[in-house]
């Protein structure tokens, strides 16, 4: 993994997180307790605090950048981009959606899949919006989405036990 400081701020990351050997971390960035990043994902924090809490995920080729918190068992999906913006406990961003600055995800809702989550937007919890600009379709309280945070707890476990580099 690349970590960097940047005008005196270092990444902090827990014992127990997992992050990628080809992830990015820079500056003010706080990976919690049984997080994980996963691969080519970049954590900029040069403009903001970047806090991923206990057991959240962000996975492949996903960009955080200036103040971004993504809340506990929430999972940040593949290529997604979370730009000065908080993430509720156990949501999901989808593969390729944006969310922009000042908006505000509640908690377990689910962004589609290329969703544009527009600026100063709040998703009410339990909410499922898709978009562009995301719009809120449908309200559940359970969805198998809720739980994507443990399972990946499980995989970044797995892989800190059974993965090596082959080269």
Request: aromatic share 6%.
């Amino acid at each position: 993994m690349v970590l960097r400081s940047f005008e005196g701020s270092e990444p902090t990351i827990h014992d127990s997180a997992y992050v990628d050997e080809t992830a990015v971390i820079i500056g003010d960035v706080t990976i919690e307790q049984d997080a994980s990043i996963w691969p080519n994902t970049t954590l900029r924090g040069d403009h903001g605090e970047i806090v991923i809490r206990e057991g959240a995920n962000v996975q492949d080729n996903a960009v955080c950048h200036e103040g971004v918190e993504i809340g506990p068992y929430a999972t940040v999906g593949h290529t997604a981009i979370v730009h000065a913006a908080t993430v509720g406990e156990r949501a999901l961003i989808g593969m390729q959606a944006t969310v922009l600055d000042g908006a505000t995800i509640g908690d377990r809702a689910l962004i589609g899949a290329g969703s544009v989550v527009t600026e100063n937007t709040d998703i009410p919890p339990s909410s499922f919006a898709i978009g562009t600009p995301a719009e809120v379709k449908r309200t559940d309280d359970e969805t198998p989405w809720t739980y994507a945070g443990d399972h990946y707890v499980e995989l970044a476990n797995r892989y800190q036990e059974h993965s090596e580099r082959l080269d």
